[in-house]
């Protein structure tokens, strides 16, 4: 997704044993202004995901969404 390009970002991932793959849990941007959760999101099915492609439910559109972090 060209908006996360240029963006300061932690990644939240979980790493398995044995394996040099890890799979990406949360994206975070990190800006001077706090920390902001960063996903796509499904309007009908009320899905949270962390890749730019067609709802994985109901294979309609999804957006992007930036929410203010909780916590640290």
Same mark, same amino acid.
């Not at 939240?12 to 849990?25: E, M, T």
């Given at each position: 997704?060209?908006?996360?390009?240029?963006?300061?970002?932690?990644?939240?991932?979980?790493?398995?044993?044995?394996?040099?793959?890890?799979? #990406?849990?949360?994206?975070? =941007?990190?800006? /001077?202004?706090?920390?902001? @959760? #960063?996903?796509?999101?499904? =309007?009908?099915? /009320?899905?949270?995901?962390? @890749?730019?492609?067609?709802?994985?439910?109901?294979?309609?559109?999804?957006?992007?969404?930036?929410?203010?972090?909780?916590?640290?």
């Amino acid at each position: 997704d060209e908006r996360l390009r240029n963006m300061k970002v932690e990644l939240l991932v979980r790493h398995y044993r044995g394996s040099p793959l890890v799979q #990406i849990v949360r994206i975070y =941007e990190l800006t /001077a202004g706090g920390k902001f @959760e #960063i996903d796509y999101w499904c =309007e009908i099915c /009320a899905i949270a995901m962390v @890749e730019l492609k067609d709802c994985e439910c109901c294979q309609g559109p999804i957006e992007f969404r930036r929410r203010r972090a909780e916590g640290p």
